[in-house]
């Protein structure tokens, strides 16, 4: 048996790894082969958890008009200097302003145009006279005493070719939104490589984006492979299981922005799996028949049809992981037990779709400083994968070990990573814990 480049093929099946790549090693050659994918248009209200393949320059200013930003009355400020509840100053009201209805006219001395919030200025007003400051010159309280209720209510009543007295004063611009203090024109509203949030949508439609340019998500085929696998969602019976990693690597590919294709199951059998491999995806993520057992095909398949060009990695869990090509497509070998799958994708595939996508190729989750309440340990020259969760403030150590036992990660807080050049970390040591959450 040879590969597609005519070599003989080193079949590890039941004779186990001669040598295990490092985990700098392996993400050395992964990043080698990583770029982004090409962009595509899709409609605004299709973009949101996208990333933009441009950045996105304003050509118009955001709002386009100055505008009032209390219900009230445009006046000339000047004409308000002085004015107070002993001083009433008139004005006369020769109009109003509507959002989306301007008034026309222009605004002379001791005039005012009544004006609701979001209504354009009128020409000639610089400030807003808000309704609580204003009173009607037919109302005016007796003997002088001025009461904010009533005076409300008689400003707001107040209608054009109205006579108003205005008992506070009011400086340029004020209670104004200016032209443009949104978003100015020629401003850079979003950077290239940014994942679109709900409110930089807004902002998009706000300066007049219908489609936006964007990476093409990741098309991402997983080939779930395993003779004792039963569909995810039946009951375990007999000397079969439920899938658990089919739903769980769905979550995270959809969650680092690639599309899913999963036709279902896989048994071990050679030509299936071939056929399973030869997607039109951009990344397959097979799980199980990744290690050396009898009936581990998938090694030698994409060597013999493809490039394996790392199988086997110094870490726990997740040592059997293989990776390759096949074609322009990128090929992750991941182990069947769920939480050496788990890592493998973290380390790993997850890392392509992310950068494959326009992302960060760095891990999504947060991570912080927290002590140990117990020691981890770990030989030299693997890195180590520790569950931990916290009590009383501190870290314990659930498991480095249990490949199979899934559950750990869900009572798990988060993982600890222990470099292949420590034997791990004594109680009272402060560590980097990275959280699932």
């Known amino acids: 048996m040879t590969n597609s480049h005519g070599g003989p093929i080193d079949d590890v099946r039941m004779r186990g790894f001669a040598r295990r790549e490092t985990v700098e090693a392996a993400l050395a050659w992964l990043d ?3 770029h982004r994918l090409p962009a595509e248009t899709v409609l605004l209200r299709a973009a949101a958890g996208r990333v933009l393949a441009e950045a996105v320059t304003s050509d118009l200013d955001v709002p386009g008009f100055d505008r009032a930003m209390m219900d009230g009355f445009a006046v000339v400020a000047a004409n308000t200097e002085g004015a107070s509840e002993y001083n009433p100053l008139p004005l006369q009201v020769v109009g109003e302003a509507l959002p989306g209805r301007a008034f026309s006219g222009d605004v002379q001395p001791d005039q005012a145009v009544r004006i ?10 610089n400030a807003v006279l808000p309704a609580e400051w204003v009173s009607a010159a037919l109302t005016l309280p007796v003997a002088g005493a001025v009461e904010a209720d009533a005076i409300s209510q008689c400003a707001h009543h107040a209608r054009p070719d109205d006579s108003i007295q205005a008992v506070a004063a009011v400086s340029p611009y004020k209670h104004v939104g200016r032209r443009g203090e949104d978003v ?11 994942v679109l949030r709900p409110q930089d949508l807004g ?3 706000s300066v007049g984006i219908v489609q936006v340019c964007v990476v093409r998500k990741p098309r991402v085929r997983l080939v779930i492979t395993g003779n004792e696998l039963l569909p995810a969602g039946t009951r375990p019976h007999g000397c079969q299981v439920a899938d658990a990693n ?3 690597l769905t979550a995270l590919v959809e969650r680092d922005g690639g599309i899913v294709d999963f036709p279902g199951l896989v048994p071990d059998d050679r030509d299936l799996i071939l056929t399973a491999l030869q997607s039109d995806a951009d990344v397959v993520i097979v799980s199980g028949g990744s290690s050396v057992g009898q009936e581990d095909f998938v090694p030698a398949l994409l060597a013999q049809h493809g490039e394996l060009a790392i199988h086997g990695i110094a870490m726990r869990p997740s040592s059997p992981t293989g ?5 322009r497509r990128m090929v992750f070998l991941l ?21 494959l ?7 999504p989750y947060r991570s912080l400083l927290a002590t140990l309440a117990r020691k981890i340990s770990s030989p030299i020259g693997r890195l180590d994968y520790a569950r931990v969760l916290f009590q009383d403030g501190q870290l314990v150590p659930i498991s480095v070990g249990g490949a199979s036992v899934l559950s750990s990660t869900t009572r798990a807080d988060g993982f600890v990573m222990v470099p292949a050049d420590s034997e791990g970390f004594p109680p009272g040591r402060e560590v980097e814990v990275w959280l699932y959450d």
């Open 357 to 363: 996508g326009g992302r960060s190729k760095k891990w």
């Open 335 to 355: 182990p069947g037990n769920p939480v050496s799958c788990l890592c493998a994708y973290d380390f790993f595939a997850g890392r392509a779709i992310r950068a």
């Open 246 to 248: 089919g739903p769980m």
């Open 184 to 194: 100015a024109a020629g401003t850079v509203v979003l950077q290239r490589e940014r």
């Open 32 to 34: 080698a082969q990583l």
């Open 203 to 205: 902002v998009l439609s």
């Open 323 to 327: 990776m390759g090509k096949l074609g």
């Open 116 to 125: 609701m919030t979001g209504a354009p200025m009128p020409h000639g007003a």
